[in-house]
């Protein structure tokens, strides 16, 4: 039986990305001057505006507009003929102190927040993520890697990739579309831009296997993408959560990771579940494996715990489940202190991916061998 999976990635530049990025950069710093900073920040962008509002109760002092403008103009917004520029936006602050009532239901270590959490891995690409996600954020990181290394200098910060894939039987056999939209400047041509991004980009980052006669590659369908970032789209946080995940083949708890701390069990949690997921595909007790966990507000214990194999387990799946629960912790506050989720190490999760990439400390194996030797 053959079926459709898709996956979006977008470059740094893309509105949404911009905002996840300034959020996420903000509770770095906070984190740096006070790990136990409690952060819950939200950021829109728009035509020269930068807004932050959000939630904040904190020993420590940052100056909000340089950050901001610090971000963007790291991502490469530093030229008003892109329409958004670092040092000309408006950044606009709207922060109050955290509820108390959240304080006080926090400050026992219980979870900062009500959420369902997911963590999936697949035995699939060799981070054991699916292709389709993988793929489409080797590419856009490669294009914003030519922009940024001053290769492609006509290349501009925004952009956008879809990669669908199809599988027999559950299994991927090749990618049917590539489809980039790439923003660029006025002067070079749409024919060498296409060929500049399949032949240096799609070519070089997508392994030959998964290409073919059947894979329909598309660059800029609909022609010029002159006029792109903020100027064109507004951004906010929270808006790229499947792109931020698995892609549609995984599955989503519903929240956002960016601008928030550790103690939102929405981040730290889904932190947690990819890490059991990703141990038990890796220690070859199921080839597919999605963990979900249930948190409630200022209970110190998951309410809810589940694992599900779609039938690809090698041991019994109640054995798995019982193996986990004694090696990993589930407690906000255990999970915190394993994963040393009170370091600023949140700027570089929020484009391509917060999973997937082994400098993320829930990416390591290191219950591998005792998971092992319990089943």
Known sequence: MYSLRMAESVTEGHPDKIADQIADTLLDEFLKKDPYSKVSLEILVTTGLVMVGGELSTESFVDIPKVVRGVVKDIGYTKPELGFDADTCAVITSIDEQSPEIALGVSGEGAGDTAIVVG?????AP??????ITIAHRITRKISELRKTGKCPFLRPDGKVLVSMIYEDGKPQFIKDIVAYVHHDPDISIQNLRELVIEEVIRKEVPSELLGNRTNIRVNPTGRFVIGGPVADT???GRKIVSDAYGDIGFSGGSAFSGKDPTKTDRSGSYMARMI????VAAGLADKCVVQIGYAFGLTEPVAFDIETFGTEKVDKERIEDAVLKLFPLKPCDIIELLDLRRPIYRDTACYGHFGREKFPWERLDYLDKLKELL
């Open 120 to 124: 999936y891995a697949v035995k699939e």
């Open 127 to 132: 981070n054991l993520m699916p292709w389709a």
């Open 235 to 237: 951004g906010l946080t």
């Open 277 to 280: 997921a990703k141990h038990i």
